[in-house]
C-alpha cells in the first residue's frame, strides 16, 4: 500500500493540518499520519469520516485503479 | 465517526493488541520456563519474588512499548502534560517508600541483613527502573512526534 497523497492535497485544499483532520474524525494525528503515509489501513466507518470531512467521496480519496484492468 | 468516548482509536487499539498478545505468551513461557529451572534445582529468587519480577518484567515492556508506538493514551487525552504527571508519580511513589521505612522503623538495608532475602531491594529496583523507562520512552515518544510533524 502506498502513499495516499490524495488525502494530503484534499486536507491542503481545505487548509486542514493532520492534527485538525484527526481531531474531526476522532483519531490519533499519529494514525492520520500513518493513512497517509500508506503504513495503516483505515476501516470502512473511518473512511467515510475522513471522506466527511474533507467533503469527498471515496472514491475520490481511496479508489486504487487496477493497472491490468480493462479500460 | 466522530468519537465521542474517551477510549483509543482503531489503530491504538490494534496495535494495543497486537503487543498484549505478544507480551501474554512472553510472560507465559518465561513462567514455564522458570517452573522447569525450579524442576532442575536452579533458584534465582525465592517464591514467589521470582514470578513477581517475571509479570514486573513483562508489564514494564507492555506499558514502555504501548507508550512506544503511542498507544497508551486516547487522542483526546494526548494534549495533558504526560510529563507533569509522570514526575508526580515517581515524587510521589519515593515519598510513600520513604513513609512506610520510617513509619515501620527497619531500613532495608538492615531487613536485608536479618534475613538474608533481597527480595524487596529486588522489586524496587525493577519498579525505579521501570520508571525511569517510562521517563525515557516519554521523551523519545516527543523526539520522534516532532522529527514525524508535516504540513
Given at each position: 500500500m502506498g502513499k495516499n497523497l490524495r488525502i494530503k492535497a484534499a486536507r491542503a485544499a481545505k487548509d486542514m493540518s493532520q492534527k485538525d483532520l484527526a481531531e474531526a474524525v476522532g483519531v490519533a494525528r499519529q494514525?492520520?499520519?500513518?493513512i497517509e503515509k500508506g503504513d495503516y489501513n483505515p476501516s470502512i466507518k473511518l473512511c467515510i469520516a475522513i471522506c466527511k470531512a474533507l467533503g469527498k467521496t471515496?472514491?475520490?480519496?481511496?479508489w486504487e485503479e487496477d493497472e491490468n484492468e480493462e479500460q | 465517526m466522530k468519537n465521542n468516548k474517551n477510549s483509543l482509536d482503531e489503530m491504538q487499539r490494534e496495535k494495543r493488541n497486537s503487543i498484549g498478545n505478544q507480551m501474554f505468551m512472553l510472560m507465559f513461557y518465561a513462567l514455564l520456563i522458570d517452573i522447569g529451572l525450579y524442576g532442575y534445582g536452579v533458584r534465582w529468587l525465592s517464591y514467589p519474588t521470582n514470578v513477581m519480577v517475571i509479570i514486573i518484567v513483562c508489564m514494564?515492556?507492555?506499558?514502555?512499548?504501548?507508550?512506544?508506538?503511542?498507544?497508551?493514551?486516547?487522542?483526546?487525552?494526548?494534549?495533558?502534560?504526560?510529563?507533569?504527571?509522570?514526575?508526580?508519580?515517581?515524587?510521589?511513589?519515593?515519598?510513600?517508600?520513604?513513609?512506610?521505612?520510617?513509619?515501620?522503623?527497619?531500613?532495608?538495608?538492615?531487613?536485608?541483613?536479618?534475613?538474608?532475602?533481597n527480595s524487596a531491594i529486588i522489586l524496587a529496583i525493577v519498579s525505579v527502573v521501570g520508571l525511569l523507562m517510562a521517563l525515557i520512552v516519554m521523551v523519545i515518544t516527543k523526539v520522534n512526534n516532532k522529527d514525524e510533524k508535516e504540513d
Open positions: 494514525t492520520m499520519n500513518a471515496l472514491d475520490e480519496l481511496f | 514494564s515492556i507492555y506499558l514502555v512499548r504501548i507508550i512506544a508506538v503511542n498507544a497508551y493514551l486516547p487522542p483526546k487525552a494526548q494534549n495533558r502534560r504526560n510529563g507533569v504527571i509522570l514526575m508526580i508519580t515517581i515524587v510521589f511513589s519515593i515519598v510513600l517508600a520513604i513513609t512506610g521505612i520510617l513509619l515501620l522503623g527497619e531500613s532495608p538495608a538492615e531487613t536485608v541483613a536479618t534475613t538474608k532475602d
